[in-house]
T-cell receptor
Framework: GAVVSQHPSWVICKSGTSVKIECRSLDFQATTMFWYRQFPKQSLMLMATSNEGSKATYEQGVEKDKFLINHASLTLSTLTVTSAHPEDSSFYIC?????????????FGPGTRLTVL | GQQVMQIPQYQHVQEGEDFTTYCNSS?????IQWYKQRPGGHPVFLIQLVKSGEVKKQKRLTFQFGEAKKNSSLHITATQTTDVGTYFCAGDRGSTLGRLYFGRGTQLTVWP
């Protein structure tokens, strides 16, 4: 199956710093990637849809200036958490769809656990 | 608000017992997908249902899609400890971007 990687897998940072998370589709091209946030024992909350070559589409209540998304190429999307605070600590997961036409299943990256001190 | 409702939130069963989780969408879906997330892991695709009334089986897992394409269920027969994890349904409303609406998940615990 298709493979999506994320880097880093975990990060600890001080309050006020910015953190960049990378999401890569390793063996397929993805014009669209999705960024989710997941709190412990809770569901996946869609933050934004990342579109290659255009601006990301943010879900209601998600601050676009806080969570910067750049879809630089057909295999890479980045999420930057700017001026991170402890309440931003969470598990961030990206996903992408190879769009082979057979199914539109999402392939998820392994996630990035962010801890803001 | 919550677009896809999923119940129960938690289910504890003894190994060998059956398990069912249910999803209900407020709108008609193009298709519904099911994912499993093991503790500490990420969601992994299980199956996609597209047709009204569709039933699919994967070994001990049976997936159903309602006639109105608004509800779905996942049934596991004779659970095993390897079934432990959180099961999510995800509704696809047919958008061009492939956006999915996830249920809140059912966390399954299996006692040996």
């Amino acid at each position: 199956g298709a493979v999506v990687s994320q880097h880093p897998s975990w990060v600890i940072c001080k309050s006020g710093t910015s953190v960049k998370i990378e999401c890569r589709s390793l063996d397929f091209q993805a014009t669209t990637m999705f960024w989710y946030r997941q709190f412990p024992k809770q569901s996946l909350m869609l933050m934004a849809t990342s579109n290659e070559g255009s601006k990301a589409t943010y879900e209601q209540g998600v601050e676009k200036d806080k969570f910067l998304i750049n879809h630089a190429s057909l295999t890479l999307s980045t999420l930057t958490v700017t001026s991170a605070h402890p309440e931003d600590s969470s598990f961030y997961i990206c996903s992408a769809n190879p769009a082979t036409g057979r199914t539109n299943e999402q392939f998820f990256g392994p996630g990035t656990r962010l801890t803001v001190l | 608000g919550q677009q896809v409702m999923q119940i129960p939130q938690y289910q504890h069963v003894q190994e060998g017992e059956d398990f069912t989780t249910y999803c209900n969408s407020s709108t008609t879906l193009s298709n519904i997908q099911w994912y499993k997330q093991r503790p500490g892991g990420h969601p992994v695709f299980l199956i996609q249902l597209v047709k009204s009334g569709e039933v699919k089986k994967q070994k001990r897992l049976t997936f159903q899609f309602g006639e109105a394409k608004k509800n779905s269920s996942l049934h596991i027969t004779a659970t095993q400890t390897t079934d432990v994890g959180t099961y999510f349904c995800a509704g696809d409303r047919g958008s061009t971007l492939g956006r999915l609406y996830f249920g809140r998940g059912t966390q399954l615990t299996v006692w040996p």
